[in-house]
């Protein structure tokens, strides 16, 4: 049995996220969890890895609105309507999806808040589009998600995060919190590693269950510091975890498991609540 440590949502790709104490559970993730995602001019996704600035964009969902804040810079406000048609094509990754352009002020501020020299557009997934999770990974369940990286939700341990910690630790390298990893489940345990054998994942009322499906290989992304939006170690945590991987068959950092919406579409995940694994 784990304890819910935390709930995160993040509404943007690769934008700041937040924390809530309770939220939705959908098939596409928690509650507004990655329903948006910035796009170049030619349509495909642009995230930390190519701007690590965009940590540094706060989002809010206030007054059915998505509020975005950045430094030296009024807030700007998006109406939520998630049931309009879509009016544009994009590429996430090998996945080429429709969404909905959110316009030209939208565009204008991103451009201005991430100092860009080249256009770039914020997309909406609607709810009128299904991005299909990869099969080879699934076990009988059908799942999709929105603008997450393939999955729709991510969980980590804070056991295996003291684990890296304390390698890190042994390279006289500073510790690196959780919201590196921009997990959407944060679980509190004692054994370090202990997801990566998990099948399942439930409530204790049996009213959500999760299918633990594939471990999450990590990016450059997790050099990032998320406050500032600069890299102030190159190649760390990620060097570290490439070193210490769990994974015999597996070459690459990793941390945290990539879950499916096995039941429980619609029902509410709380801080403080326990998951049951088998």
Known sequence: MYTIHSLHIYPVKSLAGFEVESVTVHTRGLGLDRRWMIVNEAGLHQTQRQIPQMATIKTAIEDHQLILNAPKMQPLHIPINLDRQADTRVQIWSDLCMGVNEGDKAAKWLQKALKSTTPLRLICFPNTEIRPVDPNYLKQEK?????????????????TLDFLNRALNKRNLPSVPMNRFRPNIVLAGKHAHEENQWKELTTEDLSVGFGVRKPCQR??????????????????????????????????GFFGQNLTLLKGEGECLSKGARLFYK
């Open 143 to 159: 799942a999709h998600t929105g603008f997450s990286d393939g999955f729709p939700f991510l969980v980590t341990n804070i056991a």
């Open 219 to 252: 990016c450059l992304v997790t050099t990032v510091n998320q406050q500032t939006g600069k890299i102030e170690i190159p190649h760390e945590p990620l060097k570290t975890l490439v070193e210490i991987n769990p994974f015999d068959h597996l070459k690459g």
